[in-house]
């Protein structure tokens, strides 16, 4: 199943050049849901997809009541 991003839609200009919170360039942007310092809408995509594939493993990952 796909998730579409839009990540362009949630960054906002920051006054203050601080490193991405993805790549580490200089990042003009902040991303609103994570309130991480952002380049681009490509790193916020990505940060969007490494936080929805951190979720999806937790919600899915096997129990073992056993242990």
Not at 25 to 49: G, L, M, N, R
Request: charged content about 25%; some cysteine.
């Amino acid at each position: 199943m796909s998730h579409p991003h839009h990540a362009e839609n949630l960054l906002i200009p920051i006054t203050k050049v601080e490193p991405c919170a993805y790549c580490g360039k200089e990042a003009h942007y902040v991303e609103i849901s994570f309130e991480t310092p952002i380049c681009s809408p490509e790193c916020a995509k990505q940060i969007w997809k490494e936080y929805v594939d951190t979720q999806l493993s937790r919600k899915f990952k096997p129990v073992h009541p056993d242990k």
